[in-house]
T-cell receptor, first 112, second 111 residues
Framework: SQTIHQWPATLVQPVGSPLSLECTVEGTSNPNLYWYRQAAGRGLQLLFYSVGIGQISSEVPQNLSASRPQDRQFILSSKKLLLSDSGFYLC???????????FGDGTRLSIL | DQQVKQNSPSLSVQEGRISILNCDYTNSMFDYFLWYKKYPAEGPTFLISISSIKDKNEDGRFTVFLNKSAKHLSLHIVPSQPGDSAVYFCAASGDGNKLVFGAGTILRVKS
């Protein structure tokens, strides 16, 4: 069966520090991969998605970037975090078109 | 521009009764709709989906209804159980990949 791993579960970072969140998927090949952010009391906002290695689409302008160095690995990064980057970050994967996305357990990021 | 709206922030239901969660959308290009359930500090869990070629899909206690002319979908949970207490998100897709989510509805099932 397919599983998705996301870490760390919680992270506290100072403003201006770098960020690297990692997500890996097991049990499937060539998944579509996604990064979402959920702000307090809001829905999930799609940040990036990828349909293959090295292919990244950005949905909103922001201080973050994403990379997909391997088929089942998706990384969310920032060179210098802002206070507004605080939130709950979720990674997800899906198979073919019009298939449900399946989410990891998320990372709670707090910027001080 | 909220393309997917869940106008009820919260809903409280007695155990054993029906829970009805509603969702409206504005983009007529959406053709695939999903409901997710989320507990605090966890990722959303997929519940049920429906394609725009259908108007109803059922899976156990969960049924999703789609009214394309009204651009409205609903999730019915019968009977409701205390373990159903969670945040429920409606989501929609028009390209088979990217999902647009509503803000969520908090469901509380009282025993």
């Amino acid at each position: 069966s397919q599983t998705i791993h996301q870490w760390p579960a919680t992270l506290v970072q100072p403003v201006g520090s770098p960020l690297s969140l990692e997500c890996t998927v097991e049990g499937t090949s060539n998944p579509n991969l996604y990064w979402y952010r959920q702000a307090a009391g809001r829905g999930l906002q799609l940040l990036f998605y990828s349909v293959g290695i090295g292919q990244i689409s950005s949905e909103v302008p922001q201080n973050l970037s994403a990379s997909r160095p391997q088929d089942r690995q998706f990384i969310l990064s920032s060179k210098k975090l802002l206070l507004s980057d605080s939130g709950f970050y979720l990674c997800a994967w899906s198979g073919m078109t019009n298939q449900p996305q399946h989410f990891g357990d998320g990372t709670r990021l707090s910027i001080l | 521009d909220q393309q997917v709206k869940q106008n009820s922030p919260s809903l409280s239901v007695q155990e054993g009764r029906i829970s009805i969660l509603n969702c409206d959308y504005t983009n007529s290009m959406f053709d695939y709709f999903l409901w997710y359930k989320k507990y605090p500090a966890e990722g959303p869990t997929f519940l049920i989906s429906i394609s725009s070629i259908k108007d109803k899909n059922e899976d156990g206690r969960f049924t999703v209804f789609l009214n394309k002319s009204a651009k409205h979908l609903s999730l019915h949970i019968v009977p409701s159980q205390p373990g159903d207490s969670a945040v429920y998100f409606c989501a929609a897709s028009g390209d088979g990949n990217k999902l647009v989510f509503g803000a969520g509805t908090i469901l509380r099932v009282k025993s």
